[in-house]
């Protein structure tokens, strides 16, 4: 099944220096994702045990990773593992992407939008992607950023046969959901609750999308599978 967590309708919750909120959860088997935010400049360190993956949507965010310095730009990502040591200094109205998972293995990785092409999408022959991880096994996840490049055929199954998660970033997606017609707008989150009922074989439920714009443009994150 699919759910979608609408941003007007979802909000942040403090937790000490940062505000939080959250994507999707335990329902998501193999990994979670949540959005974090701080009004002020803020300093602290990062539990590398759970969060794996650091994406910057909004300011600037400045970390070290096991005394390595890297500052992050809207765009810029960072993956690490849990034998790390991290620190994070954020700007001023910081707005992060955080995945928190049982596994990653991409220890200190950076990813610079600026130095990453687009390729071909793997499923979706109108889309482009930047990858922006380089999983090697199984468990690990898959991130990219994935954007319209040509008009699709619809209606369009778009997503994985696997655990996903996209967060709307620029553009519509309108797909049916509980026979409602809805959008994915920038903010918002859809992601699969689980597998089929038929999960011996790992068949996923999917639902077609049927419309989107033409810059359209979100953040998939997956199950390698």
């Known amino acids: 099944m699919l759910h979608l967590a609408k941003a007007s309708k979802s909000s942040f919750v403090d937790d000490g220096i940062l505000q939080i909120r959250e994507l999707c959860g335990v329902k998501t088997p193999g990994f979670a994702a949540r959005l974090t935010r701080n009004k002020a400049p803020a300093t602290h360190a990062?539990?590398?045990?759970?969060?794996?993956?650091?994406?910057?949507?909004?300011?600037?965010?400045?970390?070290?990773?096991?005394?390595?310095?890297n500052t992050l730009i809207p765009g810029d990502c960072l993956h690490f593992a849990d034998s790390c040591d991290v620190q994070e200094s954020r700007d001023a109205d910081c707005l992060t992407l955080e995945v928190h998972a049982s596994a990653n293995g991409q220890a200190g990785e950076v990813f610079k939008a600026q130095d990453i092409g687009y390729l071909p999408h793997e499923r979706n022959n109108w889309m482009a992607r930047r990858l922006l991880s380089e999983p090697v096994r199984p468990e690990h996840f898959v991130v990219q950023l994935s954007r319209v490049t040509a008009a699709p055929d619809l209606p369009a199954i778009p997503w994985p046969e696997v655990p996903f998660m996209w967060l709307g970033l620029q553009g519509y997606a309108a797909f049916e959901l509980d026979g409602r017609n809805v959008f994915l707008l920038p903010g918002d989150a859809l992601s699969s609750?689980?597998?089929?009922?038929?999960?011996?074989?790992?068949?996923?439920?999917?639902?077609?999308?049927n419309d989107c714009s033409d810059d359209f443009e979100v953040l998939e994150i997956y199950l390698r599978g």
Request: aromatic fraction near 8%; proline fraction near 7%.
């Open 46 to 69: 990062v539990s590398p045990d759970a969060c794996r993956f650091i994406y910057v949507l909004n300011s600037a965010c400045h970390i070290v990773v096991d005394g390595r310095p």
């Open 193 to 209: 609750d689980s597998l089929s009922d038929d999960a011996e074989q790992g068949v996923f439920t999917a639902v077609p999308m």
